[in-house]
């Protein structure tokens, strides 16, 4: 899109009421360069005092990037090389370090995206808000104190009194992202950037920590700008979106022209990309066609969990328990896909872990293909794990990084001793043949590979053995739309070709509405509906389900 109609969209799209006279934040023909090396290219646009605006694109569109040289935080060799950025009136483009150290908290807030990166885990988060409270000018100790409760509290942390004197760790991560909100209010800046805040979140957490932050920014008429790739999460919460694709701004306008009338063919990628746009009926988000039907294998389950029992020792009390798993059945028909779904702390992941053999189960048993894998003899056991791989969350961490890609895959091969050098070498190549990446990443390693690259290598190691039942646990919840798109077609292909099983464990139901047959609702440790995906997401019985998808974002968007 040209420039000028760029500019022309900035001014007439989505100004709402509380917006008027010169905007707060306006950023015009930015250059940002790393060496000599542009990654943004004259981007232009305006946020309004009170206004909420969204810039969305994939991982690599410069999203990032336009908020370190808001903040002067670019990193490395990374520099403003072109265009201005004012504030308030201000140009801050230029300023050094010591004048932006005055801005950056009092004037631009900032609640980054992962609390635990961002949180100092050996200092009590009250400490960390009084800090902050003091760097914006705040003073004497008591006051401070007294301040960081009543943020606390602002942010929806119960108790706040008596938490301000815990380590992050003694918090949820819902709980986490509060603090990090408090931490940004403390210097009421005018400004709020929301860089991906919720991204690691379920879904019931993430509205709620979503609402709350609204709340917020609207009983101080703070400016909001926030970061996301998810359109739905967007056009939920802003009055205006921005579309960002390698360094450049190719579309904006209000929620509904992006969503109904987008005029770019990246946006309409990222529209139908987007799973949380997907369309719903009476509020309930609808069953893709071709997973409604269940394939007609249910007689052959090959995974039946049994009444499974998992009860945790909780430390320093003696005699006491934690019941992570309570009396959880469900069945895994051969060549299906069955999801299990629930917010944080339902006992979902502790479920795969005891089928894959990492945890042994209090009572109950997991079957795979009628023998348990707790109950098997040591021959037996390792015969069941080459049947039943997983594939995790993240998959840098889940990678050793000092491998090469090809010592990576062929891993489970030397672990089960399976051919030589030559034939593991020629199963690697077909193994990337299968997961659409180049044999020459062979000799790559991880960090030279985008996460959907590294996510695909994790998928070619989980096949290395020739498993028949992949467990992914939120095996796309860290990717950006276009590319979990990607690896969910991606595991699609693998399954009608390969006649793969898959225990899918996610807290997204819009994504389950593309893969699964069947879902599996967890809450508390406890299962409390199952059945087909049509069966639970058009005739929900349970009132937290219910809950669950009135939760994904974009739902009042959805076609």
Known sequence: ???????????????????????????????????????LKSVSFTVNRGERVAIVGQSGSGKS?????????????????????????QIISGAGEQQMRQIRGRKIGLVPQDPMSNLNPVMKVGAQIADALAAAGHRGRANIRQRAVALMTEAGIPDAARRYSQFPHEFSGGMRQRMLIAISLAGEPELLIADEPTSALDVTVQRQILDHLQTLVDARGTSLLFITHDLGLAADRTDRIIVMSEGKIVEVGTPQEILFQPQEEYTRRLVAAAPSLLATVSGVVEVMPELSEVPDTLGNPILEVKGLVKEFRLRNQRGATFLAVDNVKFSVARGTTTAIVGESGSGKTTVARIILGLENASSGEALIDGMSISGSQAQDRRALRRKVQPVFQDPYGSLDPTYSIERLIDEPLRVFKVGDRSSRQARVA??????????????????????????????????????????CDEAVSALDVLVQEQILALLKELQDGLGLSYLFITHDLAVVRQIAHQVVVMKSGRVIEDGSVEKVFMTPEDEYTRELLGAIPGAAFAR
């Open 1 to 39: 899109m040209q420039q000028d109609v760029n500019e022309s969209a900035f001014h007439d799209a989505g100004q709402i009421g509380t917006a008027s006279g010169a905007p707060l934040l306006e950023v015009q023909n930015l250059e940002v360069s790393f060496g000599e090396a542009p990654v």
């Open 65 to 89: 990037t336009s908020i370190g040289a808001i903040l002067g935080l670019l990193p490395g060799n990374g520099h403003i090389s072109g265009g201005t950025i004012t504030l308030d009136g």
């Open 430 to 471: 077909q193994l990337l043949d299968q997961v659409a990446l180049p044999r020459g990443v062979a000799q790559r390693r991880p960090n030279e590979l985008s996460g959907g690259q590294r996510q695909r290598v994790a998928i070619a190691r989980a096949l290395a053995s020739e498993p028949e039942m992949l467990i």
